[in-house]
């Protein structure tokens, strides 16, 4: 089974600059999370799918990030503007629809540094 | 943001010894409880859930949960130097079927040989 895709792998951008990142979730799997990590914290949670719906996104700058699944499958996450504290790792994660246990699978990140 | 808070840390045992890790959360509704382990410039992989009172054993790994004290722990036995790394604690919020899932920011261990 493949695991959730993710890319770039690494960005490097200047302030002010517009920057995308893209997700594919595993196969069928109906939740689809987008969390920043800053280095040395804990992922935070910025927003959160289920199908195409937006469940949470309490945590999303939203004066400059955006985000969208169409379809219910591929995920995008925009910065525009960046600024410098937007360097991070942004995870995407995707689980199947099911129970309170259901385990949350991660892709491999984008590591963004703002400059 | 639903608080879950871990011992600070770094944390940093022999190899052989138990390491004790330790999480409280701010939300008495939350459901189910999961430690994730990430490896320096890796993604966070899990490696137990729990979301029943009590313990739950996995191998070298033991979970903790006390509802009442809002409180779970990962206790790691025999610990291995291929065991240091970032364990973070995730909640996953009350009446969730839709997941939110809240982490915390870590606790770093090193085991030493």
């Known amino acids: 089974e493949a695991g959730v895709a993710q890319s770039p792998r690494y960005k490097i951008i200047e302030k002010r600059q517009s920057v995308a990142f893209w997700c594919n979730p595993i196969s069928g799997h109906a939740t689809l999370y987008w969390y920043q990590q800053i280095l040395g914290q804990g992922p935070k949670l910025l927003i959160q799918?289920?199908?195409?719906?937006?469940?949470?996104d309490s945590q999303l700058p939203k004066d400059r990030f955006s985000a969208e699944r169409l379809k219910g499958v591929d995920s995008t996450l925009k910065i525009q503007p960046a600024k410098l504290e937007d360097s991070a790792v942004y995870l995407c994660?995707?689980?199947?629809?099911?129970?309170?246990?259901?385990?949350?699978?991660f892709g491999q990140g984008t590591r963004l540094t703002v400059v | 943001q639903k608080e879950v808070e871990q011992n600070s840390g770094p944390l940093s045992v022999p190899e052989g010894a138990i390491a004790s890790l330790n999480c409280t959360y701010s939300?008495?509704?939350?459901?189910?409880f999961f430690w994730y382990r990430q490896y320096s410039g890796k993604s966070p992989e899990l490696i137990m859930f729990i979301y029943s009172n009590g313990d739950k054993e996995d191998g070298r790994f033991t979970a903790q949960l006390n509802k009442a004290s809002q409180y779970v722990s990962l206790l790691i036995r025999d610990s291995q130097p291929s065991d240091s790394a970032t364990y973070l604690c995730?909640?996953?919020?009350?009446?969730?079927?839709?997941?939110?899932?809240?982490f915390g920011r870590g606790t770093q261990l090193t085991v030493w040989p």
């Open positions: 939300d008495r509704g939350s459901q189910s």
């Open positions: 995730a909640v996953k919020a009350r009446g969730s079927t839709l997941g939110r899932l809240y």
């Open positions: 994660a995707s689980a199947a629809w099911g129970t309170e246990n259901t385990e949350a699978f």
């Open positions: 799918f289920q199908n195409n719906g937006v469940v949470d």
